[in-house]
Each structure stands twice: as C-alpha cells, then as structure tokens.
C-alpha cells in the first residue's frame, strides 16, 4: 500500500519545472531560434555611449530579470499575439524558477517584481488583472520604442540569434550572470573575435573581471571554443604577443532551418 509519502512524490512529479515551463512557451513561438538586437548587448559605433541596456543587468546583479527578459522575446517575437504574452502570476514565477525557493505566494510576487524592473528599463510593458500578467515587448535598445521584429536591413536592425535548444536542453540554466552576459557578447560577433577584458568597461559597461570570468566559464562548459593567436607588438621582447579568439560552439550556433523538398514533376 502506497504512503503519503510516495503518493506526493508521484504528484510532485506529475508537476511542470521551469524547463518545461520554458520549453512549451518555445513550442507555442514555433521558431527554431530567437532573434535579439545586436544594440541590447553594445550600441553601434559612433555612439555617444557603447554599453547597451545589458551592462544594467550585470551591474544591477539581476540574472533573474536577464532570464526572463531573453524568454520573453522568446515568448513575443513571433508577433502572433501583437508582441505581448499573457500567463498566470505562477506561470511566470515557474518561468523564472523562483517556484524552487520561495512559498507560492513570494514566488507571485517575486516574479511581478522582476517583470516591473524590465518596464523600468523601458525593455517592456507590463500589467495585471487579478493573477494574470500580461507583457508587451519593447524595442531591444531600451528606448521604449515599440518593438518590430528585426530584419538586419540596416544598423539599427542587425541582430544575432539565440537557438531554442539553448532552454530546451537547459544550457541558461547552468551560466552565471558573467556567462550569460559573455554569451550574448560573443553571439553578437563574427566567428573568431577577441574581446580584450581591458576594453570591457568602455565598450559594455562592466569590469574586467567580471569579462574574464564570463568567458572563462562559457569554455569551461564548452559552450564557446577558444585559440590563441600572434598578436604583432613591435615593442615586446619577441615581436609579439598571446592573444585569444573566440567563437561559439556548434551546440550553441543558430540552427539552420530545414531545406525545402520539391515535390517531382510528374513525367
């Protein structure tokens, strides 16, 4: 005879994750990946300023809000609903696996608090009826323009590509705050790029420590590849010096969309 015990592990196991949550909301866009403005990660050259609406994450310490913000232009972007998802506060707080830690209510309210900090950011809007929350994304460079979908026809359009199996196989959910950040920095470049930590400051508006540590786990986890380089420095001893390449892995690269058959012409 089953104990209480077993029969709430059996319904507990009946209950949906945070994976899973993420994973339907993926299914439902139908996309094979998620296209982000290249000016959410670093404005374009010639800009006053060249941190883009990213550095506020990873100064503000917020992966939680990282997280959800890159799941709801997930969720958004396929502009079937005019750019706006609606869920159930516990929905998102499952979103955002605050569920994991917190009583169902604090998880409620833990996930409206998340979403507030993106409209402050002017990365969204967002409102509530009773329990359901309903989101409308912005435009990715944190004006609050309206958010058309990008097409790459001009600067201001260019965009890099995230692959849904970067939730579906849970790869967001082992990147700290500097992971996350360096992976959204290096998708935003050709393949085989430095990104000297010295100029990380400057160009997105955190330390160089935080660069370094970023980088380092992203090919600890092998979801970046690395190779070092000569580096010409007519001052140094040698005439050069040892510089690093980066580019993302294959398992983390945008996935092709399948070829078209043409069906025979009958003869």
Same mark, same amino acid.
């Given at each position: 005879m089953k104990t209480t015990a077993d029969a709430e592990q059996g319904m507990q196991k009946n209950e949906a994750s945070g994976r899973d949550t993420r994973a339907a909301i993926l299914t439902r866009a139908i996309r094979a990946n998620v296209p982000l403005r290249k000016t959410f990660v670093q404005a374009n050259r010639g800009a006053k300023s060249r941190p883009g609406p990213l550095s506020d994450f990873v100064t503000g310490r917020d992966l939680r809000g990282l997280r959800a913000y890159l799941m709801i232009v997930a969720a958004c972007s396929n502009g079937d609903n005019g750019w706006s998802t609606t869920h159930d506060s516990a929905v998102w707080a499952r979103l955002m696996d605050i569920h994991e830690t917190a009583s169902p209510q604090s998880a409620r309210t833990g996930a409206w608090r998340a979403l507030r900090r993106l409209k402050e950011r002017n990365l969204i809007e967002c409102s509530r009826v009773g329990t359901m929350i309903k989101v409308t994304l912005l435009r990715e460079d944190g004006t609050g323009k309206a958010y058309d979908r990008p097409k790459g026809d001009t600067?201001?359009?260019? +965009?890099?590509?995230?692959?849904?199996?970067?939730?579906?196989?849970?790869?967001?959910?082992? &990147?700290? &705050?500097?992971?996350? %950040?360096? +992976?959204?920095?290096? %998708?935003?470049?050709?393949?085989?790029?430095?990104?000297?930590?010295?100029?990380?400051?400057?160009?997105?508006?955190?330390?160089?420590?935080?660069?370094?540590?970023?980088?380092?786990? *992203?090919?600890? &986890?092998?979801?970046?590849? $690395?190779? $070092?380089?000569? !580096? !010409?420095?007519? *001052? @140094?001893?040698?005439? +050069?010096?040892? $510089?690093?390449?980066?580019?993302? @892995?294959l398992i983390t690269r945008p996935r092709k969309p399948p070829k078209k058959t043409t069906a025979p012409t009958p003869g």
């Open positions: 600067e201001e359009n260019r +965009f890099l590509q995230i692959p849904t199996t970067f939730w579906t196989q849970g790869r967001d959910e082992r &990147l700290s &705050l500097p992971g996350l %950040a360096l +992976f959204l920095v290096v %998708a935003r470049e050709k393949h085989w790029t430095t990104f000297p930590a010295e100029w990380a400051p400057e160009w997105y508006g955190w330390s160089p420590d935080t660069h370094e540590r970023g980088l380092k786990q *992203l090919v600890e &986890l092998e979801f970046v590849q $690395a190779r $070092a380089f000569r !580096k !010409k420095a007519p *001052l @140094a001893p040698l005439g +050069f010096t040892i $510089a690093q390449q980066y580019q993302r @892995a």
